[in-house]
T-cell receptor
């Protein structure tokens, strides 16, 4: 299967920006995704980016895609305590019928 | 509009038993995927179904099977349960295969 890697932990102060990074292996993915998971819950789709885009902004969220380096990042501006959760990066196979998730980055926001 | 719904929310089984998990997709979504999430890890892809046909299969043993019904709901079956099958089983739906997936809250399966 594909290999999607993320750092395990990130801690930021409330009001600061958070940047969560991800590297992936399938250069033919059509979309790349960011999901948020709160304790005991399923995954919430935060945002996604089409593979022919470099950047996508959605309110406090900014996604950057570097296809050459196969690197995806999620920036959360003005991070709030409610943003504390696990964030997963995901890619789809080139046929779109398999999805691969990273191990998740646990974001802790310090008041 | 209702999101993806899964039932039951929690389930306790013993080794060797069989289990069936159910999923109703978002209205209008024709693709359903199943994932296994072991504590502390990311979701692992099990199956994808689109228009009642299997379109993708992850690296899981034949003890795992699934099907999709004409109304696009889906069931995941696991036979001969092992302790290692204890996990959160997530269902996700999308309008078609390679489109953003929306997840349910999952079924927490515990094997004793």
């Amino acid at each position: 299967g594909e290999d999607v890697e993320q750092s395990l932990f990130l801690s930021v102060r409330e009001g600061d920006s958070s940047v969560i990074n991800c590297t992936y292996t399938d250069s033919s993915s059509t979309y790349l995704y960011w999901y948020k998971q709160e304790p005991g819950a399923g995954l919430q789709l935060l945002t996604y980016i089409f593979s022919n885009m470099d950047m996508k902004q959605d309110q406090r969220l900014t996604v950057l895609l570097n296809k050459k380096d196969k690197h995806l990042s999620l920036r959360i501006a003005d991070t709030q305590t409610g943003d504390s959760a696990i964030y997963f990066c995901a890619e789809s196979s080139n046929t779109g019928n398999q999805f691969y998730f990273g191990t998740g980055t646990s974001l802790t926001v310090i008041p | 509009d209702a999101g993806v719904t899964q039932s039951p929310t929690h389930l306790i089984k013993t080794r060797g038993q069989q289990v069936t998990l159910r999923c109703s997709p978002i209205s209008g979504h024709k693709s359903v995927s199943w994932y296994q999430q072991v504590l502390g890890q990311g979701p692992q892809f099990i199956f994808q179904y689109y228009e009642k046909e299997e379109r993708g299969r992850g690296n899981f043993p034949d003890r795992f099977s699934a099907r999709q019904f004409p109304n696009y709901s889906s069931e995941l079956n696991v036979n001969a349960l092992l302790l290692g099958d204890s996990a959160l089983y997530l269902c996700a739906s999308s309008p078609a295969g390679d489109q953003p997936q929306h997840f349910g809250d999952g079924t927490r399966l515990s094997i004793l």
